[in-house]
């Protein structure tokens, strides 16, 4: 991992951590998933850190999801290391902590990137920012979380629609239906998410960890209620994966095409 491909930085309790790849939208690659893992590792040991908040640098792209272009390049997205895979996508997705993570959601969160939005407590979001899972239009399906979480967060049929059709949700509409806790202009987006995490620092911290782990079902590091929902999502991605459309979708993505679906 380069030094500035996560960046991480100590306000007195809070840690924040940016995805600093804006020349790639945020996009993940092994760094990006071994810097988050790593960093939420740190302050899950760390008793000083009482909260988490991540975001991504610039003002167009929180994350973008999956780095195709290196995934083109024949690049792992994953790091080498069997305990960091373990961790998810992104380092984030399979990993949860008991300290507190607000997501600071500064522009679009699409694909993988909104599915990180969905493993955090808290979201604030850009008023410019939009939500989406995508990848029902190349041929793919959100299996990093997104297609169980996103349904367990708003109302069912407003998730399976925007699911469906692959749609993005504007940061509004996903605060009026209770997916964003904030909609904020840009320039406030970061002093909010520390506003609130500083509220929530000032509170017992073993407290607040209690809270969390009872309110999500954090027992030894896993959310056991998630276990069915990840070995069906397992068979499901192997057998798609398996399929001439979930061929076609990205190689049509790449060649800027309509992709010609065949249901086999």
């Not at 059709?165 to 998410?193: C, E, K, Q, S, Y």
Request: hydrophobic share 50%; aromatic share 4%; glycine share 8%.
């Amino acid at each position: 991992m380069t030094d500035t491909t996560i960046l991480t930085e100590r306000r007195s309790h809070i840690l924040i951590v940016t995805i600093n790849r804006p020349e790639a939208r945020n996009a993940v690659n092994a760094a990006v998933h071994a810097g988050i893992g790593t960093a939420l590792e740190t302050a899950e040991n760390d008793p000083e850190i009482r909260a988490v908040i991540v975001t991504g640098a610039g003002d167009k792209s929180f994350c973008a999801g999956a780095d195709l272009v290196a995934l083109s390049r024949g690049e792992s997205l994953v790091p080498a290391d069997a305990e960091q895979q373990a961790w998810g996508f992104a380092g984030m997705v399979s990993h949860p902590i008991s300290k507190p993570i607000i997501a600071a959601v500064n522009g679009f969160a699409f694909g993988g990137g909104c599915e990180i939005a969905l493993m955090s407590d808290i979201i604030v979001a850009a008023d410019h920012a939009q939500f989406g899972l995508p990848e029902v239009k190349v041929g793919l399906f959100a299996a990093a979380g997104g297609a169980f979480r996103l349904a367990q967060q708003m109302p069912k049929k407003l998730a399976m629609e925007h699911m469906l059709t692959g749609d993005p949700i504007p940061a509004a509409r996903a605060a009026a239906f209770g997916l964003v806790n904030h909609v904020v202009p840009l320039a406030d987006l970061m002093p909010t998410a520390i506003a609130l995490a500083e509220k929530i620092a000032a509170n017992a911290p073993l407290s607040v960890q209690a809270t969390k782990r009872v309110a999500l079902g954090i027992q030894d590091g896993r959310i056991a209620a998630d276990a069915p929902y990840w070995e069906h999502n397992t068979l499901e991605r192997a057998a798609l994966m398996r399929s001439e459309d979930a061929r076609e979708g990205p190689r049509a993505f790449a060649e800027k095409r309509k992709p010609e679906w065949k249901a086999r």
